[in-house]
């Protein structure tokens, strides 16, 4: 197996119903991925650690998803030097707008990349566009899918054109 070149956490097991879209994005680019439960609030000292090693473990780009009190993107982009995409999981109460302002809204000099409520794809397909920027054969498979989109939106305005 390839060392992982982003890592995919996430505050509980509950939130893997939202959080494989992000891995399945990164297969679908064949690209190295590891995932993992890692709670800020219910074990703190793993997350240190975590965000303390990972960049020398390799990993590249952190993707962490995390719903209500959601501290641990901003967390970890205080622990590590990677880029961090913030996932916001929406739970049962509030649509998910609490995890989105526990994510999004981060002191100046301590970034979390926010995708939007519950948009794991997305950062998923970001993480790829931060490898592409260092590796030719991935910035292709970037393009051909940037045209597979532009292609299926062509055709879907043909039917509407053709009605
Ligand atoms: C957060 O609490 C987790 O990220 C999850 O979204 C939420 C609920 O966790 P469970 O009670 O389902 O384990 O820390």
């Known amino acids: 197996m390839p060392e992982p070149l982003v890592s995919i956490v996430m505050g509980s097991d509950?939130?893997?119903?939202?959080?494989?879209?992000?891995?399945?994005?990164?297969?679908?680019f064949g690209v190295a991925y590891e995932a993992d439960v890692v709670s800020a609030h219910r074990m703190p000292e793993d997350m240190v650690r975590f965000g303390r090693e990972a960049h020398e473990r390799g990993v590249k780009v952190i993707i962490a998803g995390a719903g209500g009190a959601a501290h641990l993107p901003g967390m970890l982009a205080a622990l590590t030097p990677l880029p961090v995409i913030g996932v916001p999981v929406a739970?049962?109460?509030?649509?998910?707008?609490?995890?989105?302002l526990s994510i999004v809204q981060m002191p100046a000099g301590v970034p979390v990349a926010t995708v939007a409520i519950g948009n794991a794809?997305?950062?998923?397909?970001?993480?790829?566009?931060?490898?592409a920027a260092a590796d030719d054969s991935l910035l292709e498979r970037m393009l051909d899918f940037q045209e597979s989109l532009r292609d299926a939106a062509h055709a879907k305005g043909q039917i509407v054109r053709d009605a």
């Not at 509950?14 to 679908?28: G, K």
Request: charged share 25%; glycine share 6%.
């Open 121 to 131: 794809r997305n950062a998923g397909l970001l993480a790829v566009r931060i490898l």
């Open 14 to 28: 509950s939130d893997w119903s939202t959080m494989e879209a992000a891995a399945d994005a990164l297969a679908e």
């Open 91 to 100: 739970l049962k109460y509030l649509d998910g707008m609490d995890s989105l």
